[in-house]
C-alpha cells in the first residue's frame, strides 16, 4: 500500500455520503465545512493530513521493530548465497540482491553537527543539500527565519567515528531571495575528466525572483581560518528567473556551465565571460551535460526534453535540438546514465521514466513516487543498482534500477509539511574513499545518517 494515499476503507464500512465524513472510530458521519474553520477544523484538508500522519507514525513504530524485511518473498542473505554457490545465480544478480538486503537494513540514527560557530549548527531549516564527486563533503542550503537562504559546507568525515558526528562550517553570504538549484563546479580539475576525485570550485546559481542572479563561490569561503583571508566571489551576475543550473566537465567545452531561464538557455565561460544564448518555448526546469560529448540535456515545463550542443552557434528555429522527448508534465529532475545511452526523467505528475536516448522511446517506469508541483531530485547509484527520490509527500522512496521494483518506503521523522521535504545524498562511501556506505537525510534542522551495511 501506498504510504502517501488516503484511507478508501471507509467505503466498505458505510456509504459514502456527499458533503459529510465517516469517522470509523466513532461510527458516525461528521458534515464537512467548505473551507478551514477555526471553530470545527474538520474539513478534507484537515482529515487527509490526520491519516497520513497516522500511517507515518505506524510506519516509524514498524521500522523500529522490523530490523530486517524484504519486499520479496525467500530472500535473505543465506538462500542467496546458497544459490550462487550452486551455480543459480549470476554474480550480477546476486551483487544486486545483497544491495537490496542493505536497503530494507538500514537503520535510522540522528547526527550530531559541530561548528567552529556555535550559533551556526542546528539553528536554521535544510533546504537543499548536495555531495561533491568523492562525497567527502556536502554543499547546504537553509532557509533563515527572516526569510531568504545561507549556504554551508559540511564536513563527513566524522561520519566513521561512533559517535556519528560532522563538522559544518557556514560562510559570509546571505541571499534574500530563494535558491532553485546549485551543482558542484571545478575550475582546476586534470585534462581526464574521467580521472576527476575532487571538486574544489562551487557553482552556485538559480534564484526564482527576478531579477535573478547566478554566483560561482569557491569551496575554501567555507573554512575555520580567519575570514579576512578568504576570497571572494569568483562569477556572480544577474539573470533573468532562473530554474536549474549545471556544469560541464567534458574538455570541449571547458569551464562552461549552464543556466535554465524562463524560455532560454544560458550557457556561460566562467574564463572567457563568453555567453551564448538558446532560445526555448518553456521554462528550463532541469540541466544535466554529458561527459563524453559536449552536450546539454534540458528538461522543460511543458514536458519536453530536448539536447544542445553547445559547440554549435546559435540559430533561428528549433533545428539546434537534436534529441526530443516528451512527458505529459513538466520535467523537474533528469539524470543522464554513465553510458549516456539512457536518461532517467521524472516529471510533476510523479511519473520516473528511463528513456532509451538511441531510439527515443521509454524503456522503463519506476511507480510510486508522489509528486504535484515541486522541483525534486532524482538520485540514481548504479554501482548499487539503485534509484532513490523523495516525494512530495516526504516519503523516500528506493527502486531498484534493473527491474522497477520499489525496495522501500521510509516515513519522514518529522510530520510531512511543504516546508519538511526531505533532501538526501546517498553514497558507497560518505566521507571519501574510505568513507562509510549509506543515506543521508537532511529534514528540518536536523540530520540523519541511515547505516549500509
Known amino acids: 500500500e501506498d504510504p502517501s494515499s488516503s484511507s478508501s476503507t471507509q467505503n466498505s464500512v458505510a456509504p459514502e455520503l456527499p458533503g459529510f465524513y465517516y469517522d470509523p472510530e466513532k461510527n458516525r458521519y461528521f458534515r464537512l465545512l467548505p ?7 474538520l474539513t478534507k484538508d484537515s482529515i487527509q493530513h490526520k491519516a497520513m500522519e497516522c500511517k507515518r507514525l505506524r510506519l516509524l513504530e514498524e521500522e523500529e521493530k522490523q530490523h530486517q ?53 542546528g539553528t536554521n ?26 549556504y554551508g559546507i559540511i564536513n563527513l568525515s566524522g561520519l566513521g567515528k561512533e559517535s556519528l558526528t560532522v563538522e559544518m562550517y557556514d560562510n559570509l553570504y546571505f541571499t534574500n531571495r530563494k535558491v532553485n538549484s546549485v551543482c558542484w563546479a571545478s575550475l582546476t580539475h586534470p585534462d581526464s575528466h574521467f580521472s576527476l576525485t575532487h571538486f574544489s570550485k562551487l557553482c552556485l546559481m538559480g534564484i526564482a525572483e527576478t531579477p535573478g542572479c547566478a554566483s560561482l563561490l569557491p569551496a575554501s569561503l567555507f573554512s575555520s581560518t580567519n575570514p579576512g583571508d578568504r576570497p571572494g566571489m569568483l562569477c556572480s551576475f544577474k539573470i533573468s528567473t532562473a530554474w536549474s543550473c549545471a556544469w560541464c566537465l567534458n574538455p570541449q ?18 574564463v572567457t565571460g563568453h555567453r551564448q544564448t538558446f532560445g526555448t518555448s518553456s521554462d ?9 560529448t559536449p552536450v546539454l540535456y534540458n528538461g ?12 554549435q552557434r546559435n540559430r533561428k528555429g528549433q533545428s539546434w535540438k537534436a534529441i526530443r522527448l ?12 554513465e553510458a549516456e545511452h539512457y536518461l532517467m526523467a521524472a516529471d510533476m505528475a510523479g511519473k520516473i521514466k528511463l528513456w532509451d536516448l538511441r531510439t527515443a522511446k521509454c524503456v522503463k517506469q519506476y511507480k510510486g513516487h508522489h509528486n504535484e508541483y515541486a522541483l525534486l531530485p532524482l538520485h540514481v547509484n548504479e554501482e548499487e543498482g539503485l534509484l532513490i527520490a523523495v516525494g512530495q509527500d516526504c516519503y523516500t522512496r528506493i527502486w531498484s534500477l534493473q527491474d522497477t521494483h520499489l525496495l522501500r518506503t521510509i ?23 574510505r568513507g562509510v556506505p549509506g543515506l543521508l537525510m537532511a529534514v528540518k534542522q536536523d540530520l540523519y545518517h541511515f547505516s549500509y551495511n
Open 69 to 121: 524485511k524484504t519486499t520479496r518473498a525467500g530472500l535473505n542473505s543465506s538462500v542467496l548465497l546458497q544459490k550462487r554457490q550452486l551455480g543459480l545465480l549470476s554474480p550480477t544478480s546476486y551483487c544486486r540482491y545483497i544491495h537490496e538486503l542493505k536497503v530494507n537494513c538500514m537503520q535510522r540514527r540522528k547526527i550530531e553537527i559541530h561548528s567552529p560557530d556555535s550559533s551556526v549548527a
Open 411 to 433: 516515513p519522514s521523522p518529522h510530520p510531512s509539511s511543504k516546508d519538511a521535504i526531505p533532501s538526501v545524498v546517498f553514497s558507497s562511501r560518505l566521507g571519501g574513499s
Open 326 to 337: 516528451f512527458h505529459g508534465s513538466a520535467v523537474t529532475s533528469i539524470h543522464l546514465m
Open 284 to 292: 528550463v526546469l532541469a540541466q544535466q551535460f554529458a561527459t563524453q
Open 35 to 41: 473551507g478551514h474553520n477555526n471553530h470545527n477544523p
Open 300 to 311: 522543460c515545463r511543458s514536458g519536453e526534453i530536448f539536447s544542445i550542443d553547445v559547440r
Open 253 to 270: 567545452a571547458d569551464n562552461c556551465f549552464s543556466t535554465g531561464l524562463t524560455r532560454r538557455v544560458l550557457v556561460t565561460n566562467v
Open 125 to 150: 531549516n535544510f533546504k537543499i543539500i548536495v555531495a561533491d564527486v568523492a562525497c567527502e563533503r556536502i554543499f547546504t542550503v537553509n532557509d533563515v527565519e527572516h526569510g531568504g537562504c545561507k
